[in-house]
């Protein structure tokens, strides 16, 4: 069968990359077409390194071609990035690197009572059990609970001096480094600051302490979008970003929100992925039913339709609730469904930093070497 020019060219006005508004042929994305006989190959220019974006448009070519226009058809994209250049904006110039840490992933949610302080507590000490040096910065302004599920609430910061100058040190729990405003507050103390102040606040845990070489900074980030997200976005050189959501409506409209943020032209975060907490609920009795009891697969279909990853899921089980509130987070339950849950969702994460760092110029890149044992992590 002979194929021709115009009919893939419309084939493709139907597919939309991820990020622009017009088809890819509308947008200039596709430079070229060629056809021979049944062979068709497609020259495709992106302006994002991304793997997941190259990758997704790369499917959707030729499924489209095979579905549109001939199922046998033998099709080859090619696709360059040319990066467009940035011009910087005075108003939200991002931070310098803080010395010594190689990843700062932002764990975020677009409303709260979703979990993500406790998906943060889980990925640190799963990172820290795969051998990683990791920190974690509670940003929560007005609901610190990392000094809670770490069982630290009692503890506070000392003070080191670092080449002269005096610095906070953080403090240790299961191997990782903690710094929140809860051990600077009374446990029944409300924290009533304006933007400015708490944002001072952050600046001081983030660059007067003495972090020490890490592989991660997690950064637990209030719910929702606001002063803290943008104090963070320019005080720090963020890697990448994680949405936490449940499966119900409100929460995935809201978790859609914090991806639009991220991946605004203001903060342009690349966003390594969406986690699904109480995805389902498993009786202890009933091991191998699933109750999906706040609908189903609802990240999966949003992670698809915002063509950014699904990095896992995560069931609603009362240990994780307990685990918390004793200050011994639930992926330390060795030999359980839950440690592998939250092992395969920090490998997923682990994997997106790699892909995110892969896709940086050399000059920038901080390359995590080797997924086998999870346990190099080396700058470039």
Not at 221 to 229: A, Q, V, W
Not at 343 to 351: D, F, G, L, P, Y
Request: hydrophobic content about 45%; aromatic content about 6%; some cysteine.
């Amino acid at each position: 069968m002979k194929l021709e020019r115009k009919e893939i060219l419309k084939a493709l006005e139907t597919i939309t990359i991820a990020g622009e508004g017009k088809n890819m042929v509308e947008s200039g994305a596709v430079t070229n077409v060629l056809t021979f006989g049944d062979e068709v190959v497609v020259d495709l220019v992106l302006n994002t390194p991304a793997l997941h974006i190259k990758k997704r448009a790369e499917v959707d070519i030729i499924k489209t071609i095979h579905d549109l226009v001939y199922e046998k058809a033998k099709v080859k994209v090619n696709i360059k990035v040319e990066a467009p250049e940035k011009t910087e904006n005075p108003n939200l110039i991002k931070g310098k690197p803080i010395p010594g840490i190689s990843n700062i992933v932002a764990i975020a949610s677009g409303k709260g009572g979703v979990g993500k302080s406790t998906i943060t507590a889980n990925i640190a000490v799963t990172l820290a059990k795969m051998g990683f040096s990791v920190g974690v910065l509670d940003a929560d302004i007005y609901g610190p609970s990392m000094p809670i599920m770490f069982d630290v609430e009692q503890a506070k910061p000392l003070s080191v001096e670092v080449d002269g100058k005096s610095k906070m040190k953080p403090v240790e729990s299961y191997e990782v480094k903690i710094l929140s405003i809860g051990f600077f507050t009374k446990p029944d103390q409300a924290v009533i600051w304006r933007g400015p102040m708490a944002g001072k606040a952050l600046n001081q845990m983030i660059f007067d302490a003495d972090w020490g070489q890490l592989d991660f900074l997690l950064i637990d980030l209030p719910p929702g979008t606001g002063d803290i997200h943008l104090s963070i976005m320019q005080s720090l050189p963020i890697t990448g970003a994680v949405v936490v959501s449940t499966p119900q409506a409100v929460a995935l409209s809201d978790a859609k929100k914090g991806v639009s943020m991220f991946l605004s032209e203001a903060i342009n975060v690349p966003v390594l992925g969406i986690i699904e907490n109480m995805a389902y609920f498993t009786p202890e009795e009933l091991p191998n039913n699933k109750y999906y009891i706040f609908g189903k697969e609802g990240a999966k279909n949003l992670a698809e339709d915002l063509n950014v990853p699904l990095l896992g899921e995560i069931p609603l089980v009362q240990s994780i609730r307990e685990a918390g509130d004793y200050g011994r987070p639930a992926a330390m339950q060795t030999g359980t469904a839950l440690e592998a849950a939250f092992e395969e969702v920090t490998r997923n994460v682990v994997q997106q930093v790699v892909n995110r760092n892969e896709g940086l110029p050399p000059t920038e890149a901080i390359k995590i070497t080797t997924m086998a044992g999870c346990s190099a992590v080396n700058k470039k």
